[in-house]
Nanobody, 124 residues
């Protein structure tokens, strides 16, 4: 059972920055961030799969995902934030290699482990 705990959300103005953190109870080679805005489906934002990073087109060049293996922590540095980035952000992982391939490609599915989420609000 992997436990995930996100932190770092908050309210910022457009153009600002936030850094989200996800502390995992154990190391994983397959971990990512999804988000859900009100009235919208959950969407993949960024993932790390065996050290290789993947990003949604909407955040490329603005967001950076990184992993501190010693701390079992994954970060999401978010710069040049836009109002459309407003959402609940979730840290996600899975123990299935097949599920991890989906996570790598930021496809939404019912992954095995989700954090409780951290809210990001960007005002214009």
């Amino acid at each position: 059972q992997v436990q995930l705990a996100e932190s770092g959300g908050g309210s910022v103005q457009a153009g600002g920055s936030l850094r989200l953190s996800c502390s995992a109870s154990e190391f994983t080679n397959c971990i990512g961030w999804f988000r859900q805005a009100p009235g919208r489906e959950r969407e993949g934002v960024a993932a790390i799969y065996y050290g290789v990073t993947y990003y949604a087109d909407s955040v490329k060049g603005r967001f950076t995902i990184s992993q501190d293996n010693a701390k079992n922590t994954v970060y999401l540095q978010m710069n040049s934030l836009k109002p459309e980035d407003t959402a609940m952000y979730y840290c996600v992982t899975d123990s299935s290699p097949i599920a991890c391939i989906s996570l790598q490609h930021l496809r939404y599915q019912n992954y095995k482990y989700w954090g409780q989420g951290t809210q990001v609000t960007v005002s214009s």
